[in-house]
């Protein structure tokens, strides 16, 4: 049985299996793109609710995993060459699991390559700007009454959503007709859009027509029902 005494985090958060991968994390965007994947994959792992609203991030056992304080982190007690491996940033940890699984990303370099791209149009681009627009328009940003941060994140928000529309014009998925981490990395974010954000008629959804039929095809995927409840808020 895998020893992880020597990482902090399991203090806070015990592994009751500590043969499986540890997954620390909150039903956010970010947090379900671990979850869905490892559903995805059927990989065993034990995932333990670090709850955003209460500051756990910022708690020092957390910190000794991931000391930018944010979801998700792994913890593999299987990783590279045997040895256990604390892994923090979900665009890095999709990586991680599609290499050591060989799945959910193409097994041919140039495919793997262009499956990156995409999974990096959505850590640097998609996530960040869909994130500030949901604050200026949801949450405390909606207070100010300079609205032109909030015009410019929905102008940036409805320009990346036309490059996904673009993009998904003749496929089924980001990569065509296999779904690869590019699509879960994307997924959750476009739910929250038009869903938690309230941001449907802001950004003009409904007037696309690949992106609403790409993210309804996801969200039927089984494991995906599954990871988005991943870790239960309860």
């Known amino acids: 049985m895998p020893d992880l005494s020597a990482f902090p985090i399991t203090a806070r958060w015990p592994a009751r299996h500590p043969d499986r991968i540890q997954l620390y994390a909150w039903p956010t965007p970010n947090g379900v793109k671990v979850s869905i994947a490892l559903e995805e994959l059927g990989v065993p792992y034990e995932p333990h609710a670090v709850d955003i609203g209460k500051n756990e991030t910022w708690n020092p056992k957390f910190l000794s995993l991931n000391p930018n304080g944010k979801i998700p982190a792994i913890l593999d007690p299987d990783g590279p060459g045997g040895k256990p491996l604390a892994l923090f940033e979900s665009g890095a940890i999709l990586m991680?699991?599609?290499?050591?699984?060989g799945q959910l990303i193409p097994a041919d370099p140039a495919g793997r390559y262009e499956t990156a791209q995409w999974l990096f149009f959505q850590m640097a681009a998609l996530g960040p700007m869909f994130g500030q627009l949901g604050y200026f328009h949801k949450f405390a940003g909606r207070e100010i009454e300079d609205k032109r941060p909030l015009n410019r994140y929905r102008d940036e928000s409805k320009r990346l959503l036309g490059v996904l529309e673009t993009r998904l014009t003749g496929r089924d998925w980001i990569m065509g007709e296999d779904y690869t981490i590019a699509d879960i990395a994307m997924l959750g974010w476009v739910r929250n859009l038009?869903?938690?954000y309230d941001a449907r008629e802001l950004v003009g959804y409904d007037a696309l027509t690949q992106v609403p039929a790409w993210l309804e095809r996801g969200l039927?995927?089984?494991?995906v029902q599954r990871g988005l409840e991943i870790p239960s808020r309860g």
């Open 220 to 223: 039927a995927r089984p494991a």
């Open 96 to 101: 991680y699991l599609a290499e050591k699984t």
């Open 194 to 196: 038009i869903g938690f």
